[in-house]
């Protein structure tokens, strides 16, 4: 194994590293963004329509149970040996995850807050879009985690059909060409990736949830109730805690 030669691409993958990692990215990221897309309007049906959700998660389970090899031999005579045939599959595979966690997530609003934002005058797609989703935050970024990771590791498979599988396409040519430094430099950048998107969704729901409790915060909260029994004991009023996610979520909907 030359060492040296680990950012060495052969030519015709036709892309510096950086444009492998680009179009990785790309192919990784798009398919989980049109699936939050589709699944956002799909889970708020499902919630609506109750009946609707096991016909819609058997559906999505069952594509998800199919081969990608299988999805891209049935799509290659529409859409060619071509980034779409790999975003399509993806895309699919990514709806069995976000969609019931937007539809679990959404359900969990209490009732008190939906009838509260209803007598403020919200009407059904206000109160989704500015009451349930921001509170359903935290289980959404849970599933995109999920989804985002799972769809970065399946770009590889792309490499079967015309050097589609980006950073993928290099395990394909450590076999080729007999360098097996080409497959770490792809498992090891794969799984980089992988690493930084968790954490920059983790980010993100910290910058959109600031009602969300911390660790340390948790760590306070523990030590304000043990406070509050004391002061129960001793015959002191408690000092109001944190305020509830909902009824914070839906004072910065009014506002």
Same mark, same amino acid.
């Given at each position: 194994m030359n060492w040296d030669r680990v950012f060495d691409i052969p030519s015709d993958l036709q892309h510096s590293w950086t444009g492998l990692v680009g179009l990785h990215l790309r192919e990784a990221l798009l398919p989980v963004l049109a699936g939050l897309v589709i699944s956002l309007p799909l889970a708020q049906l499902c919630v609506r329509f109750r009946w609707l959700y096991p016909p819609v998660l058997w559906v999505t389970t069952v594509l998800y149970?199919?081969? %990608?090899?299988?999805?891209?031999?049935?799509?290659?005579?529409? !859409?060619?040996? +071509? =980034?779409? !045939?790999?975003?399509? &599959?993806?895309?699919?595979? %990514?709806?069995?995850?976000?969609?019931?966690?937007?539809v679990d997530a959404v359900r969990s609003v209490p009732r008190e807050t939906l009838a509260a934002a209803t007598a403020l005058g919200f009407g059904p797609v206000r109160r989704y879009v500015q009451v349930q989703l921001p509170i359903a935050v935290p289980a959404i970024i849970a599933g995109l985690r999920v989804a985002t990771v799972s769809s970065i590791s399946l770009v590889s498979i792309g490499a079967l059909i015309g050097n589609q599988g980006a950073l993928g396409n290099l395990i394909n040519d450590a076999n080729i060409y007999n360098r097996p430094e080409l497959a770490v430099n792809a498992v090891v950048s794969m799984a980089l990736l992988a690493i930084l998107a968790d954490g920059l969704l983790v980010l993100v729901r910290l910058l959109l949830t600031p009602w969300m409790p911390r660790r340390a915060? @948790? +760590?306070?909260? /523990?030590?304000?109730?043990?406070? %509050? *029994?004391?002061?129960?004991?001793?015959? =002191? +009023?408690?000092?109001? *805690?944190? &305020?509830? &996610?909902? /009824?914070?979520?839906? =004072?910065?909907?009014? @506002?």
């Amino acid at each position: 194994m030359n060492w040296d030669r680990v950012f060495d691409i052969p030519s015709d993958l036709q892309h510096s590293w950086t444009g492998l990692v680009g179009l990785h990215l790309r192919e990784a990221l798009l398919p989980v963004l049109a699936g939050l897309v589709i699944s956002l309007p799909l889970a708020q049906l499902c919630v609506r329509f109750r009946w609707l959700y096991p016909p819609v998660l058997w559906v999505t389970t069952v594509l998800y149970a199919v081969p %990608s090899l299988a999805f891209f031999v049935l799509l290659i005579d529409y !859409t060619g040996q +071509t =980034e779409l !045939t790999v975003m399509i &599959p993806l895309t699919v595979y %990514s709806l069995v995850v976000l969609v019931p966690a937007i539809v679990d997530a959404v359900r969990s609003v209490p009732r008190e807050t939906l009838a509260a934002a209803t007598a403020l005058g919200f009407g059904p797609v206000r109160r989704y879009v500015q009451v349930q989703l921001p509170i359903a935050v935290p289980a959404i970024i849970a599933g995109l985690r999920v989804a985002t990771v799972s769809s970065i590791s399946l770009v590889s498979i792309g490499a079967l059909i015309g050097n589609q599988g980006a950073l993928g396409n290099l395990i394909n040519d450590a076999n080729i060409y007999n360098r097996p430094e080409l497959a770490v430099n792809a498992v090891v950048s794969m799984a980089l990736l992988a690493i930084l998107a968790d954490g920059l969704l983790v980010l993100v729901r910290l910058l959109l949830t600031p009602w969300m409790p911390r660790r340390a915060g @948790r +760590t306070r909260n /523990a030590g304000r109730k043990r406070n %509050s *029994g004391r002061a129960q004991n001793a015959g =002191e +009023t408690p000092k109001a *805690g944190r &305020p509830d &996610p909902a /009824a914070a979520a839906l =004072e910065d909907a009014v @506002r």
